[in-house]
C-alpha cells in the first residue's frame, strides 16, 4: 500500500490543464458530498489531476495505489504492537474519515472484493464507516470525499466494478489529451522547446493505434514526458524514445524491432 498526505494551497497546485468541465464537475461533487469515479487509459493523468483538485481545494490527500493483496484492513486500520502493548492504528481510509480529507483509490478495481463492501456505506446518504475491530460507527467528517479510478480498457471478468458499487459514484471519463493539449503538457513538464515535443507526441499517437494488435496498453503522456526530459538533458532522441516510449510497452523482440521503425520513420 502506498498512503501519503498532501496539502497545499492553489498557488502550489501541481500543473494541470483541463480538457473540459472536469475541474468544474469535481468542486461541485466536493461541495454535495459526492463520490466520483474516474475512467481513463493507465497514465492519461487521473492521479495528477486528483492532486491538482486536492490542492486547488486547499484539502489533506490520502492516495493508495490498490494492488490484488490490499484488503479492506489495509483501508481502515489494525491493532499493532508497539512498545510491548496492542495499539489500534488508523489506516489511510479512516484518517480521511476523521479529518474530513479526500481519499484517492488508484485501481480500485485492483483491490480485494472486501474492499468495495467497506465503501458501500460512505458513498450514500449516510456517510459512515463502520470499524469492526474496535466497534466505532465513524460519520464522515465535513469535507471527507472518495475519489476512486480504474482502466475500463484494462478490466478482465474477475476484475471489474460490479454496477451496484459504480452507480454509487458520480463518473468522469478520461482520455490522452488532444495533440495540441499533449504538446504543451509535456513541453511544461520536461523543459523541452514544444517544436521538439511535437514528434514525441506524434509518435505516441501511432503507438496507441496499435493497443490491442501489436500492444496491451499504449504509450502514457508520463512515458512521453520521460522521453522529453531525457533529451532536454541531452541524450540522443533514439536512446531517450528506446528507453522511454519503447522498452516500458513490450519484451517481445519482433515487436521491438518493429516500433523502432515506426520511430525511424517518424524521426528519420
Not at 461541485?28 to 489531476?49: D, E, H, V, Y
Not at 483491490?111 to 450514500?124: C, F, N, S, Y
Request: hydrophobic share 45%; net charge negative; glycine share 8%.
Amino acid at each position: 500500500m502506498n498512503a501519503h498526505t498532501n496539502l497545499k494551497g492553489a498557488a502550489d497546485a501541481p500543473f494541470y490543464l483541463a480538457q473540459g468541465d472536469e475541474c468544474a464537475l469535481f468542486e461541485a461533487a466536493s461541495a454535495n458530498n459526492l463520490p466520483i469515479l474516474l475512467k481513463g487509459p493507465t497514465g492519461c493523468g487521473k492521479t495528477r489531476f486528483v492532486s491538482h483538485m486536492a490542492a486547488r481545494l486547499g484539502r489533506p490527500l490520502y492516495t493508495v495505489a490498490c494492488h490484488d493483496d490490499l484488503s479492506a484492513a489495509d483501508l481502515i486500520g489494525r491493532y499493532l504492537l508497539k512498545g510491548g502493548e496492542t495499539v489500534w492504528v488508523d489506516g489511510p481510509l479512516t484518517r480521511a474519515v476523521r479529518e474530513g480529507a479526500i481519499c484517492y483509490l488508484d485501481e480500485v478495481v485492483e483491490a480485494r472484493k472486501d474492499v468495495t463492501v467497506v465503501l458501500h456505506p460512505l458513498t450514500d446518504d449516510r456517510r459512515i464507516l463502520p470499524i469492526d475491530r474496535t466497534g466505532e460507527e465513524l460519520e464522515a467528517a465535513p469535507g471527507f470525499m472518495l475519489v476512486a479510478s480504474y482502466n475500463p480498457g484494462y478490466q478482465n471478468i474477475l476484475k471489474t466494478l460490479k454496477p451496484s458499487t459504480r452507480q454509487r459514484f458520480l463518473a468522469v471519463e478520461f482520455d490522452f489529451p488532444t495533440p495540441d493539449v499533449e504538446i504543451e503538457v509535456v513541453a511544461r513538464e520536461s523543459g523541452l522547446a514544444p517544436e521538439r515535443v511535437k514528434p514525441l507526441v506524434r509518435l505516441a499517437g501511432k503507438l496507441r493505434a496499435l493497443k490491442g494488435q501489436d500492444l496491451e496498453e499504449g504509450v502514457s503522456t508520463r512515458l512521453i514526458v520521460y522521453a522529453a526530459s531525457l533529451i532536454a538533458q541531452g541524450m540522443s532522441i533514439d536512446r531517450a524514445v528506446e528507453a522511454a516510449m519503447i522498452e516500458p510497452l513490450t519484451d517481445d523482440a519482433d515487436v521491438k524491432r518493429g516500433l523502432l521503425d515506426l520511430v525511424a520513420a517518424i524521426f528519420g
